[in-house]
């Protein structure tokens, strides 16, 4: 944690020092000006001092939002650019045994220009994609021992929907307008719906309300949800028809009481920290009906490996699909090697959901869109 906080001076020292400074050719003027958009725009985190948020939420309305992401991802990609120059300049040097060559000269106006665009267009668009709305994803899932009853029984999961100071109401109305036109039989929602109080989200997050499926809405937390309040959010959204499923089952049953499915769920995985239950796999599947194939969610994927012989198909989010390459590779090995789409484990399906939406605290996608996951079961 303390890197995380010292890590956007350190961003701020190189752009400032190893990139604005070296460029004599350009006026003073313009490189204070540079210096201040691209050296405060490193420190973006720490904005929530001014608006009354914290660094998880930074609680900016969207366009402020917008604009200040755009410049913080923008030097982000400037100090990478700006990183990599350095590098290209130093195995040149070492490779040439002189140390006064340079490909890519710090002082090059040219390559400045180029680096900014490049940082610019690249900062833009995947804030741009942050903020877009969510694709849809389908999937057809094959399930041993289904009943002939559940056979095309249609579940949609929403995950990591991070309703907070950025969001606006219609993409909530939206969200729920197209998952109801789908008539789903299941919604399940893993975890991660809030970033902030009750008082300030009711007027979007009671639009969640509104979601209708012919056998329920069920839900687990996510970790925002312990940041935010957990006890309150869980009973608000629970008096509003949501069920939450933590450490606990239920069985899915037609209108003929036919028992469909099991479904179970765990609490998030870090909730021990907070305080409350830990995730307990054994407490959750303690009243499963063993002749019923079992449907679990979890908020985080890494819990997955735990059950490659007890589900036969869980629903996780909380990856948000890695956000961008390179970076997808590391979000993959913190949670267990899963971060995006479908995954094949002992008897076990794993969909890990990109999420609905994006969190606040970095709106940024380079790939793998925001999404919402129609799945068709079959025999």
């Known amino acids: 944690m303390l890197a995380f906080k010292i890590f956007p001076f350190i961003q701020a020292l190189v752009i400032i020092l190893c990139f604005i400074l070296p460029l004599k050719k350009v006026s003073l003027k313009y490189r204070i000006l540079l210096a201040l958009i691209f050296g405060l725009g490193s420190l973006k985190q720490y904005i929530y001092i001014f608006s009354g948020g914290d660094m998880m939420d930074p609680k900016l309305t969207r366009y402020p939002a917008i604009f200040f992401d755009t410049i913080y991802f923008s030097s982000i990609f400037l100090f990478l650019l700006t990183l990599l120059r350095m590098l290209i300049n130093g195995l040149y040097k070492l490779s040439r045994l002189n140390f006064s060559k340079l490909i890519i000269p710090a002082q090059s106006t040219r390559y400045a220009a180029l680096f900014l665009l490049i940082a610019c267009l690249i900062g833009g668009r995947a804030v741009f994609n942050g903020f877009a709305p969510p694709v849809d994803k389908f999937y057809e899932i094959s399930v041993k021992d289904l009943p002939a009853e559940a056979n095309d029984l249609r579940i949609v999961e929403l995950a990591d929907l991070h309703i907070s100071a950025p969001t606006i109401p219609s993409e909530i109305e939206d969200i729920v307008a197209r998952v109801n036109k789908n008539e789903p039989d299941l919604i399940l ?54 069920k939450f499923l933590e450490n606990d089952s239920t069985i899915i049953r037609n209108e003929n009481d036919v028992p469909l499915l099991n479904l179970c769920g765990v609490i998030d995985i870090s909730a ?98 925001s999404q919402i996951v129609y799945v068709t079961l079959k025999q």
């Open 272 to 369: 021990s920290r907070f305080h409350l239950p830990a995730a307990d796999i054994a407490k959750a599947t303690a009243n499963t009906d063993r002749k019923l194939p079992t449907i679990f969610m979890s908020h985080q994927p890494k819990i997955a490996n735990q059950l490659k012989e007890i589900s036969d198909l869980t629903f996780c989010g909380h990856t948000h699909g890695g956000l961008m390459p390179g970076l997808k590779q590391i979000v993959a090995k913190v949670n267990g090697g899963y971060v995006s789409g479908l995954y094949n484990t002992g008897r076990q399906r794993v969909i890990v959901s990109n999420g609905t939406r994006i969190w606040a605290g970095a709106p940024l996608r380079l790939h793998d869109p």
């Open 189 to 242: 929602i893993a975890g991660d719906f809030v970033d902030g109080s009750i008082e300030e989200l009711d007027h979007m997050t009671k639009i969640l309300f509104k979601l209708k499926a012919k056998y329920g809405v069920y839900a687990v937390s996510g970790n925002h949800e312990l940041y935010s309040g957990y006890k309150e959010w869980i009973d608000y959204f629970e008096k509003g028809g949501i």
